[in-house]
């Protein structure tokens, strides 16, 4: 599995576009793969940011790049 910043780096080297790996983690629960507990995050039954539509297209294309999904 791919880390977080091995698809910010493919995101943004293909497509010119930086991500943050709160929309990452985003897409990530939305496909169905797993998730670690982020020490920093004060809820975890909500997202503070939720990935913007027009990036959840270029997460998933790294995803499965990485064959992660």
Sequence with gaps: ???YKQIMDWVKKN????V???????IKEDVGLE??????????NK??????????????EAFRHFRMI
């Design 47 to 60: 997202r503070k940011y939720s990935c913007p539509p027009e990036k959840r297209d270029l997460i998933i």
């Design 20 to 26: 943050k790996t709160c929309w990452i983690a985003n």
């Design 35 to 44: 998730l670690r507990k982020a020490p920093n995050r004060i809820d975890s």
């Design 15 to 18: 497509y010119g576009i930086s």
């Design 1 to 3: 599995m791919a880390t």
